[in-house]
């Protein structure tokens, strides 16, 4: 069975940076499309960032554009999201997903506060 391990969570100053992390048991990465979401307390999961297979396309939303950047490195078989300029409205549980394989981690929390 194939897992999805986040890493990286934790408590950051707004203004601040953080690096998430997702591993996989298996090298699927490189065959499948990769998201990351997150889910805000009372709040619906929401899509923040997408990578393709060769990591060429890449997408974001509007509310993360030009703070966060997604990227993936196929010799460490990981998916990582590097945010910026982080907020209290990044406050979170994120989440490392591979749509294709139904594949979710088991989160990992963010929480953006001074």
């Known amino acids: 069975q194939v897992q999805l391990v986040e890493s990286g969570g934790g408590l950051v100053q707004p203004g601040g940076s953080l690096r998430l992390s997702c591993a996989a048991s298996?090298?699927?990465?490189?065959?499948?499309?990769v998201m990351w979401y997150r889910q805000a307390p009372g709040k619906d999961r929401e899509l923040v960032a997408s990578i393709s297979t060769t990591g060429a396309t890449t997408n974001y939303a509007d509310s993360v554009k030009d703070r966060f950047t997604i990227s993936r490195d196929s010799a460490k078989n990981t998916v990582s999201l590097q945010m910026t300029s982080v907020t209290p409205e990044d406050t979170a549980v994120y989440y490392c997903?591979?749509?294709?394989?139904?594949?979710w981690g088991q989160g990992t929390q963010v929480t953006v506060s001074s």
């Open positions: 298996d090298e699927i990465f490189s065959m499948h499309w």
């Open positions: 997903n591979v749509p294709a394989l139904s594949l």
